[in-house]
């Protein structure tokens, strides 16, 4: 049997247990994607990365992102989970402050940087993507789905991860939601989505600007905790329905009160790139024996 390092890393949060725990398995290049499809059922958390060399000119490493049923080409919480786990284990290095990621979706720069309280925030550029609003029906099936409708069109956001985002009235809203997760399952899986996103503003005055949730019950996941990738898709929704200047171009967002979690985002928007940061912390550190 081998002996693969591995880690269990809670992202988006800097306090153990608040965030979204990530599983890496570090030196996987020997493993199949049948085995590595076998160990992410195993730990059945909302996905498990396997990292490998790298094969594409200036990545630092390259990785496999599996949830519990099936890979994804790209997903934001194990994009900076991954990175912490490696820096962290000095397997790489940040150089002037990045490092890049090879995954499916290509190669995604990360930043690196310590904020004045020692802690480290990494942050991702949302790999290139397409937004498209969904026709009267679908955004109507949505909308029966989520049991509210929606206060402006969905959109679905395809940035490797294809995420339905439906903006509601407000933050209270998105905390009542209660989806009906089998024919959100049933939807997702003959179309190929990852799942639906809802977010909503908080009042003024909030730590947060917005509150999201993620469903992605097609891929095993009925609610992700707390979603990297989900969140660049809603603000890449912001920007391309023209809300910066309600919502802001650099906010917080808060995910996971829903189920017992508080995970913490910052959500900053350019003309030319939407990037996803947080912190992480090392719950669980030794080796994964297969």
Known sequence: MARHPFKTVDVFTA?????????????????????MQRIANWTNLSETTFVLRPTQAGADYRVRIFTPG???PFAGHPTIGT??????AGAIAARDGRIN?????????????HADDGARWLSFELPPHTITPLDAAAAAEVAQILGTPPVAPPCLVDAGARWVVAQLPDARAVLAA???LQRMKARDSVRGHTGVLVFGPHPDGSAARIEVRAFAPAHGVDEDPVCGSGNGAVAAYLRHTGQL?????????SQGAAVGRAGILRLTIGADAVKVGGNAVTCVDGHLTF
């Open 70 to 72: 099936a890979e994804l």
């Open 15 to 35: 306090i153990p247990f608040q965030g979204n725990p990530l599983a890496v398995v570090f030196d996987a290049d020997r493993l199949s994607t049948a085995q």
């Open 101 to 113: 990621q090879e995954c499916a979706a290509g190669l995604v720069r990360l930043d690196v940087r």
């Open 83 to 88: 990175a912490h786990a490696l820096l962290e």
């Open 245 to 253: 200047e309600a919502f802001g171009r650099d906010f917080l967002s």
């Open 178 to 180: 209660a989806p009906d």
